[in-house]
């Protein structure tokens, strides 16, 4: 006689482990384009201004002229400026020297108007040239007596040790003629006509601009500004 069949053990099922089974498909994120680098335009108004002042000895003046993106010139306003027996000019860092028969003169430059204003004075002269020394970038005034290197500190003259201006025999002569800060352009005096021609530098040529600019009188130097 058989006995009742056992009740079968019933099989658990296990629980599913979160994590574990098909994986969710990770999505996949679209790379965001980089921006490509466009060249920013400098405003006009933003570009630093130029100044060019011309020196006519005969007349005590100094003729000013805004230096114009397309290398025309305008009359700085109040130009020309008396300055008596202002023989020479130089830039001397963002100023103006200007030299002549009884001594040497500082001008600061207005970066908007152009319009100068001194800003020192020394007894020297009279003066008979100015130079550009290469190694400091000082100027130095020439006199009978001796030679000064000058350099400007805080809108004031400083003479430096004169065994340096003596030394300095390479010292440049200030050509009658600025190239600007571009290179595109130069402006060079017309002593005769008592005008400042502009011309456009192409290559290694000079392009002779239309228009001439009269000055107050002969002209014996010219110097650029940047101030």
Same mark, same amino acid.
């Given at each position: /006689? ?25 999505? +996949?994120?679209?790379? =965001?384009?980089?921006?490509?680098? /466009?060249? +920013? ?62 001594? =040497? ?14 800003? $020192?004075? =020394? ?48 010292? *440049? ?10 290179? *595109?352009? /130069? ?14 530098? $192409? ?25």
């Amino acid at each position: /006689m058989q006995g009742p069949s056992p009740t079968p053990t019933p099989t658990i099922s296990p629980t599913p482990t979160p994590g574990i089974g098909t994986p969710t498909p990770t999505p +996949t994120i679209t790379p =965001i384009p980089t921006p490509t680098p /466009m060249a +920013t335009a400098v405003p006009e108004t933003e570009r630093s201004a130029q100044f060019l002042f011309a020196a006519s000895p005969s007349s005590g003046f100094i003729t000013g002229f805004r230096i114009n993106h397309d290398g025309s010139l305008a009359p700085v306003a109040g130009s020309p400026f008396a300055s008596q027996n202002a023989a020479h000019v130089a830039a001397l860092d963002n100023l103006l020297m200007v030299a002549g028969k009884t001594g =040497i003169k500082l001008y600061s430059v207005d970066k908007e108007s152009g319009a100068i204003l001194q800003t $020192d004075a =020394i007894e020297a002269g009279p003066v008979s040239e100015l130079l550009r020394d290469p190694a400091t970038n000082a100027v130095v005034a020439v006199t009978p007596g001796q030679r000064l290197l000058l350099n400007a500190v805080k809108g004031k003259l400083q003479a430096l040790p004169a065994g340096n201006a003596l030394s300095g025999r390479n010292a *440049r002569v200030l050509p009658p003629a600025v190239l600007d800060a571009s290179g *595109r352009f /130069m402006f060079a005096v017309d002593s005769t006509e008592g005008v400042v021609n502009p011309y456009r530098v $192409d290559g290694q040529k000079l392009v002779r601009l239309p228009a001439s600019y009269p000055v107050a009188g002969p002209v014996t130097s010219i110097a650029l500004v940047r101030p």
